[in-house]
C-alpha cells in the first residue's frame, strides 16, 4: 500500500469529523464554526517483525489546529476530539481505530499531546499533535 493511499484514507477519516485535510501550513488554515484543520505527516516506519506479526508499521503524526489560540472555542473543539470515552463520536481516537474503511490492516491513535500554539503566518493557533500507528 502505498503512503498517498494510507494517507488519503486518514483524510477521509478526518472529513468525517469536520476536520479539513491541509497539504500546506504555512497560510491560515480555514477553522471556522465546528470545523478544524489538519496536516496529516509521515512520521516513520517499523520493519521488524515481531511475534510473527508481518505487517509493515507506518506511523503518521495528524496536527490538529481548532482555532485562534485567544479563542474559547478552540479549547472547546479540541476537548471534543480528545474525549476519553470509548463511544463519543467526536473523538479522534474511535474514528480512526480501526481498518479506516479496509484501506489499512489496522489503525491505533498512540498518543495525543497537550494543547499547544502553533504559529501560522501572522496568527497564533490552538492545536494538538496525535499518533497513528497503521499496520498495511
Request: aromatic share 6%; charged share 20%.
Amino acid at each position: 500500500m502505498s503512503l498517498q493511499a494510507i494517507r488519503d484514507a486518514l483524510e477521509a477519516a478526518l472529513t468525517a469529523l469536520d476536520i479539513r485535510p491541509v497539504q500546506e501550513i504555512d497560510k491560515a488554515p480555514t477553522v471556522t464554526g465546528s470545523a478544524c484543520a489538519a496536516m496529516v505527516e509521515w512520521a516513520g516506519a517499523n520493519y521488524l517483525a515481531t511475534f510473527n506479526d508481518q505487517t509493515n508499521d507506518a506511523t503518521f503524526r495528524i496536527v490538529v489546529l481548532a482555532g485562534r489560540a485567544s479563542e474559547r472555542a478552540a479549547r472547546l473543539k479540541l476537548d471534543l476530539l480528545v474525549d476519553p470515552s470509548p463511544n463519543s463520536t467526536t473523538a479522534l481516537r474511535n474514528t480512526l481505530n480501526g481498518d479506516l474503511g479496509d484501506a489499512v490492516g489496522f489503525a491505533q491513535v498512540a498518543t495525543a499531546s497537550e494543547y499547544r500554539n502553533y504559529k501560522v503566518g501572522e496568527a497564533d493557533y490552538m492545536g494538538c499533535e496525535f499518533t497513528v500507528v497503521i499496520g498495511t
